[in-house]
């Protein structure tokens, strides 16, 4: 039995851009929308900057001691990684016409000018950082805080910061774009409802450029920096509701259980996110692990801050669903609905198997198994997929039943979680479904 992992390639996910790679963005951005340039150039600005600020505190080594004591070299080559492609992006900004860069940004030629300027010389420095030798704590706290105050004091640093938040309610779906218009609410809560939203339209946006990276093979070490800003702007979405909370004149309306109910989604998903999939990432060598941790990470946040959304596009569109809202939310159910049955079949079939190992409910298990392989196994996250692929190629190979039997227990057990992890997804929260007996 061919192995599936074998027939693929793995991800390209352990290693950051050169400038070979940086030479195909333009292609990206040429004839296309302005705005997904600029908001690009933003996320990737204040990507650098979270990553500054908070990344030894939210996604480092989880030892505290080792993220003192280890080689920072890793650090300082996602910095440059990152300035490389800002300063690519400022120069197709440059290129823009004046209209846009006025309208979208409020920054002219001059102020785009200068911040190349700033960015260029920054990743000079970078480049020779990288070359050196001994690159640890003292040297990374000093490079930190040095190109942290060098970003801040960017000419156009506040002006990409206000056109991010917009560029990011822009491509909001049209009930909650223009909520602040909406006449039929109270003027309290479309308030509530928009300082929400126009933050969440933000960090999808950010989110759909991680997902870029992911359907095109791109390198993703560099997609920490983006992680980093959501980390940042998740923490500030959840203050930002909970002193809304407090001031909440009635805390029996909806609106008030749905703001209650998006901070604690909010930080419940931050911390599957960051503690269970992101911490330590950075220090990771094999691509495929750095692929699947990504993939899982962004599901996790894209799918339940999409949820969000549409609890607050109900209260002015009732009966909406997410998938109205989000086309690609409806291709994912469609899939793990799919996922979720064929697992169900897996499980029935290895249970079956384990209490009766006989030839014909072995063989039965071997079936359901090569079908789940041909048309589910895709839509397992990548880390799942290594796992149950050895399951079956154990199930497989083996044919005496006092070998086969503690391995039907294994799978068992393993499928048995699998399922009930599947079953946990933000889009079959809709969708309730129990283990077969």
Known sequence: ???????????????????????????????????DLLFDLGAWSAGLESFLNVYDRSISDSDRIRSVTKDRLSEFRLTHSALA??????????????????????????????????????????????????????????WRSLLADRLRSGPISIKLENASYSLGAVSLPPELRNVSDNAELAFADRS????????????????????????????LKPS?????SIFEQTRGLIDHIDISLSRFPNEESELFALLDGASYMASLELKKAYFQELTGIVGLRPAPSVYARVETAHALLNDSFQQILTGFAKIIRPG????????????????????????????????????????????????????????????????????????CEEVHAVDEKKELVPILHRFAAYAETLFRQVNMRAVLINHPFEIPS
């Open 1 to 35: 039995m061919a192995s599936f992992s074998s027939q693929i390639q793995a991800p390209f996910a352990d290693t950051v851009y050169t400038d070979e790679l940086l030479e195909g963005l333009g292609s990206r951005y040429s004839g296309g929308d302005p705005a």
């Open 85 to 142: 492609r800002i300063a690519d992006l400022l120069r197709l900004a440059r290129k823009l016409d004046r209209e846009s860069a006025v309208r979208l940004m409020r920054a002219g030629p001059k102020d785009l000018d200068e911040q190349s300027s700033a960015i260029e010389e920054c990743l000079s420095l970078n480049s020779a950082l990288i070359k050196s030798s001994g690159l640890g704590y003292a040297e990374w706290k000093a």
């Open 192 to 219: 509530a409802i928009a300082g929400v939203t126009s933050r969440l339209g933000r960090i999808l946006r950010t989110l759909k450029i991680v997902g870029r990276m992911l359907d095109e093979d791109e390198p």
């Open 224 to 228: 920490i920096l983006l992680f980093c």
């Open 320 to 391: 909406v669903e997410t998938a109205e809202l989000f086309p690609e939310f409806s291709r994912k159910l469609t899939e793990s609905l799919t996922l979720r049955t064929g697992l169900a079949a897996v499980l029935k079939a290895v249970q079956a198997a384990e209490s009766s190992p006989e030839t014909k409910s072995i063989e039965h298990l071997r079936g359901v198994l090569g079908i789940f392989l041909g048309e589910n196994l895709g839509f397992l996250f990548y880390k799942d997929r290594e796992a149950f692929e050895r399951f």
